[in-house]
């Protein structure tokens, strides 16, 4: 197997996103939980998404991590690799961003790598260096809250600055409308002056395009599915991959009991919550319980067993910023991430192993808990739930199964409701 594409994400629903982008743009595309095993049997591919659960982690694993991760896509062939990051940019000052670009960007030896979270398809785009979602600056925005890595500056070259050892410029979106050979002088400007990375605006899906056949031409990349759709699109368009009708969606019908869990505290993923209960039964846990380890995942499986039976069920921990933050307050921000997110993982567990064969899970972070814990190796990617969310067959499991891995600001209200639907 020799790739035209290696992808590194830093967490595992950013992961399904990217994989579902490169499907949709021809690219066949099988997304990995982890580095794979050697025995792992995959089929012929464009591209591999390796998923790491890095983003928020100690900054001297998440290195770690994606260093192997970088060197098991090049022994498989790809000279490129787009290390994925979220498209909201989600870090702390203390990276992980920065320290992976700069250790991956030192392996390959790139003088200087393109960087941007933009995909306006989903409302993201920066201009003069800076984040915007919609129509106001992230720092503005409701997704600055996130729990564990809030987003209060939008200007990327001061925020990534903070983090990695070299120097960061800037392609203005004047120079992306110029078109490729205009990127190509200013990179190479930049680069002379000494700077190791820029961020590289883009307005307009066709400025992706542009952005991808410059970054295809160099050995890594940094981004989000923004960028990697303009890499797959420069890919077939240069001839280098045969668009093909990439879609794992064929293959017998699962079926089975279907389950769906939310542990996102983002504003969509409540809604999402709100609107599935006027057609599923949904339990919210107690985050409190869950810190104090008064069975709190037990109580959640005693009432979903005898009802799933009867059709989905969704249990939910996700609660509002203002009730995240007194929670951390309370018992500190990683201890309270880390116990909601592994009882998270318990309940999943019991529910895969009492017989659930789909299952939804929404948020980045609980994503990952989940399918650490089910031990799953890879995914083929499926049709499309919602812009970013595509299905997934397992590959490699104990059972067959279908998952769907949301992260917490992708899908419409009616999420839940439209993924079982496409989850037969």
Known sequence: MTLALGCIADDYTGASDLANTLTRAGLRTVQTIGIPADDLALP???????????????????????????????????????????????????????????????DCGEAAVLVTPAFPETGRTVYQGNLFVGAVPLNESPLKDHPLNPMHDSNLVRVLARQSRTQIGLVDLATVTRGTVAVRARLTELAGKGIGAAIIDAVFDHDLETVGLVAAEHRL????????????????????????????????????????????????????????ERVMPVLHLDPDRILTGTGEAQRALDWAMPRLAEGPVLIASSSTPDQVAALQARHGRDAAGHAIEQAMADIAESLVKSGVRRLIVAGGETSGAVVDRLNIPGFLVGVEIAAGVPVLRAVGAESDMLLALKSGNFGGAEFFSDALRLMR
């Open 221 to 276: 990349s940094v981004g989000a599915s923004g960028i990697g759709l303009g890499l797959a699109r420069a890919l077939v368009s240069t001839g280098k991959v045969e668009p093909g009708a990439a879609s794992s969606e064929s293959g017998a019908v699962v079926g089975g009991p279907a389950a769906c869990l939310a542990g996102s505290c983002s504003q969509a993923t409540l809604r999402q919550i709100a609107s599935a």
């Open 44 to 106: 012929e591919v464009d591209a591999v998404v390796v998923s790491l659960k890095s983003r928020s982690i100690e900054a001297g694993l998440a290195v770690s991590r994606s260093r192997a991760a970088d060197k098991w896509l090049r022994g498989r062939g790809a000279g490129h690799v787009l290390f994925k990051i979220c498209s909201t940019f989600d870090s702390t000052d203390a990276g992980n961003i920065g320290p992976v670009m700069d250790a991956l960007r030192a």
